[in-house]
């Protein structure tokens, strides 16, 4: 292929460099000039153009990239149209992303102007999602060297696709370890399962003892179970602890414990009579992505995993949400020192409210904004933050008296997370621990915030304290500035509660009753607890 300026009286059957206008009609990048386009764009007095003449071996464009995704379209894919150089590839099964990384390597060096790229090597793909790419950078491909693109990447990419498994879960129990959590770790677990189309066949909580463990572990296969999910109440820390000696007992084979994956370190991987087995880590109690997933999407889909694989994971295994989690040697400032602030969150659209703002609806006399203010102005605090966004002005004029400094959110209207955002950028450079208040919880009052801060003061390792009702946990909050960062960089209409659930070893619940959960953001809310709605801010 030539490229570059061509008379344009000369330019008939070339590629057009750039796109060029002509009077009603526009001539794109990549347009096959015809003699009518060279006779208007001469009319013009355009006498040169900048355009690519294919070699009689060339291949155009669409064709070799064409050519170089069928190549690389293995089991388990689709794909479209070539067009401006590009073919995409595309999941058509739920499954696992299986790719040649060496292939793909091999073929990406051929040429510049070839490019294949796929999502990361053994991700979750759902049907219908693009999972690789063919462009070519430029008009056309010497053919040779598509030749050799087209032979490295055979096959180069395929989907495993999920198979269904009746999946067996033993739970052990410790005093420590509430029937709550418990339900919801099997509520996450089936979660997980789901895409896959598996199944929990069955769950046994039993003693944390390796004899028990084995018990349930033979009742479940017998029972058909082709799949297990051990969860300790304790985490598994040494070969000889309670999940590995139960996998032992009941027969089965421990394969590799512990993998380089954080969070997800703490996994057990084995098989009971060819049933695979996986330990738990504590941190597949929450929904995020942890090394745990790695492995069980994997397994679903039929893929062996060995030793090897496991320890290969280290290289991007730290996942971002390490980041919501203190560091073991960090300490923090103990006793009555330690500098605790309080941001109260008031930016809201009471969208639920059916107009009106929320926050100006009154209470045995009081705005709703003003009741949270003055408990935050009661305890013992270093100073206050009120985020305002909607009505701003009027939720302001509620609390100008106080002592309260006010920070506007701009973007109140993209959620909770950009007034956190705010609120935090807000506070004292030494500030060591925060109070997060929701604007429209009146019944939380200074006594509330005293037990929360008591509670922080009292225990080092208490670096969250959240308020529960009746052992659910609600609102408000305390946090260390250990988790400041994390707080810091949150994204949409969402809350921090994942981070809770990403470090259970540093939660304390401080039990404050219905309160803890009593948020008026409906209108029935509200007149059930005594309220009025505000009569003109809308």
Request: charged fraction near 20%; include cysteine; glycine fraction near 10%.
């Amino acid at each position: 292929m030539k490229f570059g300026a061509c008379p344009t009286t000369e330019a008939a059957g070339c590629i057009l460099a750039h796109k060029t206008r002509l009077p009603g009609r526009v001539l794109k990048k990549g347009h096959v000039l015809k003699d009518g386009d060279c006779a208007d764009l001469t009319a013009l007095g355009i006498d040169s153009l900048v355009v690519a003449r294919l070699d009689p071996d060339d291949v155009g464009e669409d064709a070799a990239a064409s050519r170089l995704a069928l190549s690389a379209m293995g089991p388990g894919l689709g794909h479209d149209e070539a067009f401006t150089g590009r073919m995409n590839l595309y999941a058509d099964d739920d499954g696992v992303l299986v790719v040649d990384a060496e292939a793909v390597t091999t073929a990406n060096r051929i040429d510049p102007s070839i490019t294949f790229a796929t999502l990361p090597n053994f991700k979750k793909v759902a049907a219908g999602r693009m999972v690789a790419t063919a462009k070519i950078i430029s008009f056309a491909l010497a053919g040779d060297l598509v030749d050799k693109a087209e032979a490295a990447l055979k096959q180069a990419v395929r989907v495993a696709a999920f198979s269904p498994r009746k999946v067996g879960l033993v739970a052990t129990t410790l005093p420590h370890l509430k029937p709550a959590t418990m339900d919801k770790t099997r509520r996450v677990l089936e979660d997980r399962l789901r895409p896959s189309g598996s199944t929990l066949l069955a769950e046994r909580r039993v003693a944390h003892d390796a004899a028990a463990v084995a018990a349930a572990m033979a009742e479940l296969v017998g029972e058909g179970a082709d799949f297990l999910i051990l969860f300790g109440a304790s985490a598994v820390v040494d070969r000889q602890d309670v999940l590995p000696a139960a996998l032992d007992l009941a027969g089965g084979q421990v394969h590799h414990l512990g993998m380089p994956v954080d969070p997800g370190n703490l996994l057990m991987l084995g098989d009971l009579a060819g049933v695979p087995t996986l330990g738990a880590p504590g941190c597949a109690r929450s929904p995020r992505e942890n090394g745990f997933d790695w492995v069980l999407d994997r397994l679903l889909a039929g893929l062996d995993v060995t030793p090897d694989h496991i320890t290969a994971m280290g290289v991007g295994g730290l996942l971002m949400e390490i980041g919501t989690r203190p560091q073991p040697r960090e300490t923090r400032r103990q006793g009555t020192s330690s500098k605790i602030a309080a941001l109260i969150l008031g930016a809201g659209r009471s969208s639920r409210m059916g107009g009106p703002n929320k926050l100006l609806a009154t209470l045995d006399g009081k705005s709703l904004i003003r009741h949270v203010a003055e408990a935050a102005c009661a305890a013992d605090l270093s100073e206050i933050v009120l985020v305002t966004g909607h009505l701003g002005e009027d939720v302001c004029a509620q609390v100008s008296d106080l002592d309260i400094a006010l920070v506007d959110n701009p973007d109140f209207a993209d959620g909770m997370a950009g007034s956190i955002r705010a609120g935090m950028n807000a506070l004292s450079s030494d500030t060591d621990a925060v109070i997060i208040l929701l604007g429209d919880m009146p019944r939380i009052d200074a006594a509330v915030l005293g037990k929360l801060i008591t509670a922080y003061r009292g225990n080092e390792t208490s670096l969250i304290v959240t308020a529960t009702a009746d052992g659910k946990r609600g609102n408000p909050v305390l946090w260390d500035r250990h988790f400041f960062d994390a707080l810091k960089n949150l994204s949409g209409d969402v809350g921090a509660r994942h981070i809770i659930a990403e470090n259970p070893g540093f939660v304390t619940e401080v039990e404050i009753g219905p309160v803890a959960r009593l948020d008026l953001d409906t209108p029935e809310a509200l007149k059930a607890a005594g309220g009025k709605l505000p009569t003109s801010s809308t």
